[in-house]
């Protein structure tokens, strides 16, 4: 019990539930193809949550995390065991978790734009086109397309955890319009101004929070812009 009341903890599983909410969220928008097999989803379901554990343990750590990188390998594990025959699928898995080993190595520079970038595309179409893929065997640009402020929203809610020194206000601005001006992808709809004013308080609540705070609080507008976009 003493285990489940430590705050960290806490924020690790809420962390970790959000991400896994919005991943399947965003893989499911196209009901096509075939059902996965049970046993591809508990092995998907058990890669999803590892992996966003790991993220989460790896971004808090500000990547000096022992356990986190051990988490993200098992996932890695997971990710291959979800499709034994599928060489493709089994290195799209990969990817991200590879990457986020990579980043806690300070030397290649990964925590920095360019690995905030990195971070935010495998991210964002990740886990949403393993199971589309799996699914039907193909992509389809109608589904990668909601992905697209999917994508951004990682660039706008996690780069304090990739940029992490003392810069003009004004700089902190670039992401959140890149991922404003990318629901112009979906077209105009009325969710766009809840969406917007969800980027701008997190935006200016954000640095205002307890260290402790931020990251969870992070992931949990994430998903809801991410229900938003969803729609």
Known sequence: ?????????????????????????????????????????????????????????????????????????????????????DHLVQ??????????????????GLQSIYGLIVFSVLAGYGVPVLLFFLRNHYLAVQFLTPLVPLMASYLTFFEPYYLT????????????????????????????????AVVVAHWWLQPRLSSRYRLVFSGLCQLLVGILILR
């Open 165 to 196: 020194s003392e810069r003009d206000w004004r700089w902190t601005l670039v992401t959140p319009i890149i991922f404003c001006l990318s629901l112009f992808t979906l077209g105009l709809f009325w969710q766009m101004l809840l969406i917007i």
């Open 1 to 85: 019990m003493a285990f489940f009341k430590n705050r960290t903890v806490q924020q690790l599983f809420i962390f970790t539930l959000c991400q896994n909410i919005l991943w399947w969220l965003a893989g499911s928008t196209a009901s096509t193809g075939t059902p996965l097999g049970t046993d591809v989803k508990i092995y998907l379901l058990i890669y999803g949550l590892l992996l966003a554990a790991g993220i989460f343990l790896l971004l808090k750590r500000h990547f000096q995390s022992h356990i986190g990188p051990i988490l993200v390998v098992a996932a890695a594990t997971m990710g291959i065991l979800a499709a034994p025959s």
């Open 91 to 108: 290195a799209f898995a990969l990817l991200l978790c590879v990457f986020l080993v990579l980043a806690c190595i300070p030397q290649l």
